[in-house]
């Protein structure tokens, strides 16, 4: 009996590689970036080094946050586990380097959307996850509550490698007031010089701030000015060059707040499969072969919101829920009042 | 032919594996970077830079060119470096004589001095520097003034600016007097070596660096005020001085920590330089008759320095390249200003690394072949 059992597993394996091999679709054989993510086991991620609701580790190094559930769906979609993700956090010096060099596959680390970001260095922007605007942070104590009261002299704090250094720069100007912009390489400096009164003013994306407001020695004395100075839609960003793996990226967001607007969340999806609308029949892939596009089965969406919920639920964990921004403000979806609107899965 | 194959070839081995290995990377960054749709070029040092920087020392806003913002970065990086090692050189010499001084207090002190700052990482004594004066220094509004004019707050340092009024003339003065000392040191030379006489060389050069910028205040029509900070309302809680000369606080605790770290080093190799002379030289010299100044000036220094300068060049050099430190806590140096944000902004990696990694290279060779001529020039010259 046991003779035989070796025989029959190394059939299996052949099997299987057999298998593996008729089943690789031509998506996949294009798509560079996908086969190697297959092989490795796990999908490459780039973070932040630390934003709350964002891309943040605790002490036991898990990873949470909406960026941070962007990878794990692509993980689900195309790996079967939103926990095969392998997390590297970068400054924002080092994020689009690591990402054209090749040592990341998907950048998703509150990035802002620009025409030449987007144009001139290798990288494709597949979306938009978090609509913000830069503003300001200033001690409550100051008594300042706009930006309307700035004066000559004024030195901020921010981040350098940017956009922020660049707003800062076109808002100043346009108000005509001199200011001492001060830059640090890290966000935890920049909140460190802050909070020591180094600085009038914190200035980064509104997000951040409500972030970093929670990391202050006492942040009840700090207030985000009302003014929003500046467009920052951040979202998710590949490597130039392979438009699978681009296309995979951006369903696999998209997939997440499309199944919000359909009611369907990590508990109900598999009962979804039996509704009688087909849009939704198709985001849990009881309808339609929306995954062969990719080379991807066809319950890769349903893998998503199983494992990592759809958006509302990953804003709520994430942002909602841990103080950061309880209301969604424009991030809400466009059948509410906001500006979330992803083109139909079909 | 004095060449032998032996020697030929493997020299010729190494020649070969170096052009093959920087061809090889470079061949492969090429084919990436054309895969990644990048385009490599120097181009982007004209266009407008649209970032704006602290601190600098030639004008410059977001409207001028990169290539500007580079000079300001490299600028910045060069004032922070000269400042650092004159203070480390004049405070190294202090504490390492002191470390061979017989009183015990002294001599105990320089060591602790030198075995603790040493023994820190200096980029922990930058943060160290940074945020514990940070936290330390008053708000501008609570400052005390030093002398009435200086304000050491949390915002910088705030000294009177100098208005002068026909500053060439003073300038001048100043140069005059430089060459008049020049020229009278050449001549003390010679007379000394043709006739043996010896001209107080020291005391004429202090009196004509006093005498002649004096002299052009008096009948030269310069003049000169001070601009003192004055203290300006921005918010409720918040201020800042206006007018004078203001020093950031990322400049301050950047030297400081640098010139105290490296000072520790010089220390030691004054230390050893002085150490390294015998004890007969002095011995010697006292003995034909010289003063303990001359033995100093005339025997020992002229030993100890051949001893000293070439390990303190390295701490020179240390120095300069440690300044990079500098984007932990927001100095604009050259590493923030231009390997930072204009690397981030245009995303030319490449360039803007191998233009930095470049300037490095010329600054510290600068150095280098300065202290080499210094070194030759104090040399045993042998006849």
């Given at each position: 009996m046991f003779k035989y059992l070796k025989q029959l597993t190394s059939l299996v394996a052949m099997v299987a590689v057999l298998f593996t091999f008729t089943t690789e679709s031509m998506a996949a054989k294009k798509s560079k970036t996908l086969k190697n993510t297959q092989k490795k086991g796990f999908v490459r991620c780039g973070v932040s080094q630390g934003l709350p609701g964002f891309s943040n580790a605790d002490a036991a190094g898990n990873w949470t946050g909406i960026d941070v559930d962007v990878c794990r769906a692509v993980a689900a979609a195309v790996l079967g586990d939103a926990n095969k993700v392998k997390f590297t956090p970068l400054s924002a010096k080092e994020r689009f380097t690591a990402l054209t060099s090749g040592e990341?596959?998907?950048?998703?680390?509150n990035t802002t959307w620009t025409l030449s970001r987007d144009a001139d260095i290798g990288l494709t922007f597949v979306g938009v996850n978090f609509y913000d605007g830069q503003g300001f942070m200033v001690r409550k104590s100051s008594g300042i509550t706009s930006t309307s009261q700035f004066k000559d002299g004024i030195s901020a704090c921010t981040n350098i490698g940017t956009t922020t250094e660049l707003n800062m720069r076109d808002f100043f100007n346009s108000k005509g007031i001199k200011y001492e912009p001060v830059a640090f390489e890290k966000a935890d400096e920049v909140v460190a010089a802050y909070d020591a009164g180094r600085c009038d003013t914190y200035t980064t994306d509104k997000s951040g701030l409500a972030a970093q407001r929670t990391k202050m020695?006492?942040?009840?004395e700090h207030i985000v000015l009302p003014e929003t100075v500046s467009k920052e839609p951040l979202g998710p960003v590949v490597r130039q060059g392979d438009s699978v793996w681009e296309d995979i990226v951006r369903w696999s967001l998209n997939t997440m707040i499309e199944a919000e607007e359909y009611g369907i969340t990590s508990a109900n999806a598999d009962m979804m499969k039996t509704s009688d609308n087909p849009a939704i029949k198709r985001l849990v892939g009881a309808e339609g072969e929306l995954g062969a596009a990719f080379g991807l089965d066809n319950d890769w969406s349903l893998r998503i919101i199983k494992q990592v919920g759809n958006y509302g639920e990953s804003y709520k964990r994430n942002i909602a829920d841990t103080g950061i921004l309880p209301d969604r403000g424009p991030n809400e979806l466009w059948t509410k009042g906001g500006i979330l609107y992803v083109p139909p899965a079909r | 032919m004095n060449f032998k194959l032996k020697d030929i070839v493997p020299q010729l081995i190494t020649v070969t594996a170096v052009v093959l290995v920087f061809g090889f990377f470079t061949y492969n960054a090429q084919i990436n970077m054309e895969n990644r749709g990048i385009d490599f070029g120097?181009?982007?040092?004209?266009?407008?830079?649209s970032f704006d920087v602290q601190f600098s020392l030639i004008e410059y806003d977001g409207s001028h060119s990169y290539f500007r913002a580079y000079l300001v970065g490299l600028l910045n990086t060069i004032l922070v470096s000269v400042i650092g090692i004159i203070i480390a050189t004049i405070l190294g010499v202090i504490v390492g004589v002191a470390r061979l001084s017989p009183n015990y207090l002294i001599n105990k002190f320089a060591a602790f001095y030198v075995e603790f700052f040493r023994n820190i990482p200096l980029l922990l004594q930058i943060f160290f520097w940074y945020f514990a004066a940070l936290r330390a220094l008053p708000l501008p509004q609570d400052a005390e003034a030093i002398f009435g004019v200086f304000f050491l707050t949390i915002k910088g340092l705030y000294v009177p600016a100098f208005i002068w009024q026909n500053f060439s003339v003073f300038f001048y003065s100043i140069v005059a007097a430089i060459i008049a000392i020049i020229v009278i040191r050449i001549h003390a030379k010679r007379v000394q070596e043709n006739q043996g006489k010896q001209i107080p060389v020291f005391l004429i050069s202090i009196g004509l660096i006093f005498i002649l910028p004096l002299l052009s205040f008096l009948i030269g029509g310069v003049g000169i005020s001070f601009e003192v900070p004055v203290l300006k309302q921005l918010a409720t809680t918040s201020f800042i001085y206006e007018g004078g000369v203001s020093l950031p606080p990322e400049l301050i605790a950047l030297t400081l920590s640098l010139s105290l770290y490296t000072a520790t080093f010089i220390a030691e190799c004054v230390r050893a330089g002085i150490q390294g002379v015998g004890k007969g030289q002095k011995e010697a010299a006292a003995s034909i008759g010289l003063t303990p100044n001359q033995v100093l000036k005339l025997v020992i220094m002229p030993q100890a320095l051949r001893i000293i300068i070439p390990p303190t060049t390295n701490q020179y050099l240390n120095l300069t390249k440690n300044s990079s430190l500098a984007a932990a806590i927001a100095y604009p140096d050259l590493v923030l200003v231009f390997a930072g944000t204009a690397l981030m902004q245009t995303g030319k990696a490449i360039e803007i690394v191998s233009i930095t990694m470049f300037t490095y290279l010329t600054l510290s060779i600068s150095i280098s072949l300065l202290m080499n001529w210094y070194n030759k020039k104090i040399a045993i010259q042998e006849k």
């Open positions: 990341i596959d998907i950048l998703s680390r020695s006492n942040p009840d | 120097y181009g982007f040092l004209s266009q407008e830079s």
